[in-house]
Every structure is written in C-alpha cells, then in structure tokens.
C-alpha cells in the first residue's frame, strides 16, 4: 500500500470535488436542453413522464461521463510525471516567452 503526502490527498480530494460540481452542473444543462423545446413548444400541457425520463437518463449519462473524465486524466496525468519509478524534479518557473525567465 502506497502512502501518500498530505499535499498528494489535499490534490485528489480538490480534483473529486471538482469532477462532482462541474459534473452536476452539466447535467442541468442538459437535463433543461432536453426538457426545453417541450416548455416552449407546449401550450401549458406540461411535460410528459417520457420526456422526463429521458432527460434524467441523459444528465446521469452526462454526470457520470464528466466525473469519469476528469477523475481518468488525474490519475493519468499524476502517472505520467513518474519515470521509472520516480518524479523528476521540475523547474520552480517554465521559461516564458517575451519575458524574463529566472535562468538567463
């Protein structure tokens, strides 16, 4: 079992955290974008269950789909910096072009 820094955590509870409200967020959207033509198109009939059934299927597919990729490039982009079985040391600032980087 690999122990992780507190900083390692801190970083997965944010990315978690994140994944669930943008996650959520666009299954709203696309729950009303499903629902909408029906609310505009209706003369006060309302929405049928069908209709309905429908658009909570799709913001669940969405929801799910959103949480599942934000959370896979995570855990990818946390892999991807270990190189045979260690993390390279980065430099503290990326040289930036028009600007003067820290090692000229």
């Given amino acids: 079992m690999e122990h992780r820094s507190q900083a390692e955590r801190d970083a997965v509870t944010v990315e978690i955290g994140f994944a669930v409200l943008t996650g959520a967020l666009l299954a709203g959207a696309a729950f009303v974008a499903v629902c909408a033509p029906a609310f505009l198109m209706a003369s006060g009939g309302g929405v049928g269950p069908g209709l309905l059934l429908a658009a909570t299927l799709v913001a669940g597919l969405v929801f799910a789909g959103r949480v ?25 600032q990326p040289s930036q072009p028009g600007r003067t980087s820290p090692d000229s």
């Fill in 68 to 92: 599942v990729d934000v959370l896979w490039r995570f855990g990818r982009r946390a892999t991807e910096r270990e190189v045979d079985g260690r993390v390279p040391v980065l430099p503290d």
